[in-house]
C-alpha cells in the first residue's frame, strides 16, 4: 500500500531545495553559454570560368592551369594579409570533374565585420587574377610586339632607299636598245657602200695599170699610186664610219648602266616586298596571339555570394541549453535522492523496523490538529 501523507511530505520537504538547486545550475549554465565569445564565420566561393561556345552561360571548368592560378593567387593574398592574420582562411578545393574553387573564410565577432572582410578579400582575389592573367598575356604578346616593330622598321628603310634610288640614265632600256640596233644597222650600211671615183682617181688608176704592165708591185711608182688611190678613196668616209662607231659605244655604254639602274631597282623593290611581307606576317601573328589572350582569358567571379553563420550554431545551442537543463535536473534529483538516503528519523513503521529491529504491533492514525 503507498503511503500517500508519507510521500506527499517528501515531496514538500525536498522540492524547494531541488526546484532550487535546479534553478541554480540551469541558470549558471546557460549564463555560462553566453558568456562564451560568440564569432561569426563568413564565407566566400569564387571560380574561374570558362565561356561555352554554344551557350551564352559561363561554366567553371577544373584544368591543372586554373589549380596553379588559384595558388598563384592565393600566394599574393596571404602575402598581403600576412600568415599570422587569423581572420582569414583561404581553401582550394578540387575533385575530378568539379570546378576548382577557391574559398575564402573570416571569423570575426560581428556578423557586418565578417561579411565586409570576406567581401573586401573576394574583391582583391578577383583583382589580382585580372591582374595576373593580363600580366602574362601582355608579357607573351610583348615579343610579338617586338617583331612587329622591327619589321615595320625594315620597311620604312627598305622604302627610303627606293625613294632614294636615282638611276643614271633617265630612259629605259627598251628605249637605249632600240637607239643601239638603229646605230649598229646604220654603221653597217655604212660599211657597204661604195665611193664613186672621182675623175683624178679614175686617172691614178689608168696610170696604175700602165705602170704595172712596166713594173712590179714593189716599184716605187707603184707604191705611190696605190698610196695615191687609197688616200682618196678612205677620206671622204672615215670620219662618217668614227662617229657612228663612238655613238653606238656610247649607246652600249648607257645600255649597260641603264640597265644596272633597272637591276638595282627592281632589287630595291624586292625588298621593300619581303619587308612588307614580314611585317604583315608580324602584324598578323600579333593579332592572332591578342584573340588567343583574349580567349585565354578567364574571369574570376564569386559564384556563392558571402553568408556569415554563428560559429556556435542555433542546433547546439539548442542542444547545449538541453543538456545544461538535464544535468541541473540530474543533479536536483541525486540532492534529493541523497538527501533520502541519509534521512535516518522514523516517519513510517519500516523505518522503526530498519533503524531499531522493533516490529511495531500497532500504529496511533495521525488525527490532526482537531485534538490539540
Known amino acids: 500500500m503507498i503511503e500517500w501523507r508519507y510521500w506527499r511530505w517528501q515531496v514538500l520537504r525536498n522540492a524547494p531545495v531541488a526546484l532550487l538547486l535546479f534553478f541554480a545550475l540551469a541558470t549558471l549554465g546557460i549564463t555560462a553559454l553566453k558568456a562564451i565569445p560568440q564569432n561569426f564565420v563568413a564565407e566566400s566561393r569564387l571560380a574561374l570560368e570558362t565561356p561555352l561556345a554554344l551557350a551564352s552561360a559561363p561554366k567553371a571548368t577544373r584544368t591543372a592551369d586554373h589549380i596553379q592560378h588559384l595558388q598563384t593567387v592565393v600566394h599574393g593574398l596571404r602575402a598581403e594579409f600576412g600568415p599570422e592574420d587569423d581572420r582569414l582562411s583561404l581553401s582550394i578545393e578540387s575533385a575530378r570533374e568539379k570546378p576548382t574553387i577557391l574559398v575564402i573564410r573570416s571569423k570575426m565577432k560581428t556578423e557586418r565585420d565578417s561579411l ?19 600580366t602574362r598575356i601582355d608579357s607573351a604578346l610583348e615579343k610579338l610586339r617586338q617583331i612587329e616593330g622591327l619589321e615595320g622598321e625594315k620597311v620604312k628603310k627598305a622604302t627610303a632607299r627606293l625613294a632614294e634610288f636615282r638611276p643614271e640614265q633617265t630612259r629605259t632600256p627598251e628605249e637605249l636598245s632600240l637607239q643601239l640596233d638603229a646605230l649598229r644597222r646604220e654603221l653597217e650600211s655604212a660599211k657597204q657602200i661604195k665611193i664613186i671615183q672621182s675623175p683624178e682617181i679614175q686617172k691614178l688608176t689608168q696610170e ?51 640597265q644596272d639602274d633597272e637591276r638595282q631597282r627592281a632589287d ?14 608580324a602584324q598578323d601573328a600579333l593579332a592572332e596571339a591578342r584573340l588567343k589572350g583574349d580567349a585565354s582569358f578567364r574571369p574570376f567571379n564569386v559564384i556563392e555570394d558571402a553568408t556569415a553563420q554563428p560559429e556556435i550554431s542555433a542546433k547546439k545551442l539548442l542542444a547545449a541549453r538541453i543538456a545544461i ?19 535516518r528519523r522514523v516517519r513510517r513503521p519500516r523505518d522503526l523496523a530498519r533503524g531499531l ?16
Open 116 to 134: 565586409a572582410f570576406v567581401n573586401d578579400v573576394s574583391a582583391k582575389a578577383i583583382a589580382a587574377s585580372d591582374t595576373s592573367q593580363r
Open 208 to 258: 696604175l695599170a700602165n705602170a704595172r704592165a712596166l713594173y712590179s708591185d714593189q716599184h716605187p711608182a707603184i707604191k705611190l699610186l696605190n698610196a695615191q688611190i687609197e688616200h682618196g678613196t678612205a677620206q671622204p668616209t672615215a670620219p662618217i664610219l668614227a662617229d657612228l662607231e663612238d655613238r653606238v659605244a656610247s649607246a652600249t655604254t648607257a645600255l649597260a648602266r641603264a
Open 268 to 281: 630595291l623593290e624586292a625588298q621593300v616586298a619581303i619587308a612588307s611581307a614580314a611585317h604583315l606576317r
Open 325 to 343: 537543463l538535464g544535468i541541473s535536473a540530474l543533479a536536483a534529483i541525486g540532492l534529493i535522492a541523497m538527501r533520502f538516503k541519509l534521512d
Open 357 to 372: 529491529g522493533i516490529a511495531p504491533f500497532a500504529t496511533l492514525p495521525d488525527l490532526g490538529p482537531s485534538l490539540a
